[in-house]
């Protein structure tokens, strides 16, 4: 025991000889060279060493997380379109032989059913048993003429719409022309 304190005694009184004789302007006592002043003190401890490597993995760190923020954004737009073009080729299925405009009926639900999209974003296009149409009114004169002709039952219709892909991190967008998001669905007509 007392062999372990003297040996801690003696380390300490050579880390103190050492910071004095680094630092000291007395006489007789040599001076080191400039270099070499600073590195006993930084032999005697790691304080600052979890602050250095905080400041070094901050900006891994700030671009991971915005990465990950910015791909949840483009996740949650893309589930929306889905969910919204689903519910609205359900729709015009279920209002086969009701309406004069079945591409009017189709765009107001998927608008209705994504209310985090930009609707003036939206475009849509369709399939009326093999027939297609774009845009958000196509009016048949009567429930048995054009587009509204061809929903009859048994047959399938398909609603498309697209929304622009637009990316934006730290105030800097990254709009892609040919980045779009694409949702698709076909339902059998009541």
Do not use: H, W
């Not at 609205?88 to 209705?112: E, K, M």
């Not at 002709?149 to 730290?170: C, E, K, Q």
């Amino acid at each position: 025991m007392k062999g372990q304190t003297d040996l801690r005694e003696r380390t300490n009184a050579l880390e103190c000889n050492s910071i004095r004789a680094a630092t000291s302007t007395e006489p007789g006592v040599a001076r080191r060279p400039a270099g070499r002043q600073f590195l006993p003190l930084l032999r005697l401890g790691e304080q600052g060493q979890s602050l250095v490597e905080f400041a070094l993995l901050v900006p891994i760190l700030l671009l991971l997380t915005t990465g990950i923020f910015v791909f949840g954004a483009a996740m949650n737009n893309y589930m929306q379109l889905t969910n919204a073009v689903s519910v609205g080729a359900r729709t015009v299925a279920i209002n086969a032989g009701l309406t004069t405009d079945p591409c009017a009926i189709a765009s107001n639900a998927i608008i209705a059913a994504a209310p985090g999209l930009s609707a003036s974003s939206l475009s849509f296009s369709y399939s009326f048993n093999g027939t297609p149409a774009s845009g958000k009114s196509c009016n048949s004169a009567s429930t048995t003429a054009s587009y509204a002709g061809d929903l009859m039952s048994g047959t399938n219709v398909t609603v498309t719409a697209t929304y622009p892909l637009n990316l934006s991190v730290y105030g800097k967008v990254f709009n892609l022309s040919n980045a779009v998001l694409t949702a698709s669905s076909t339902e059998l007509v009541q």
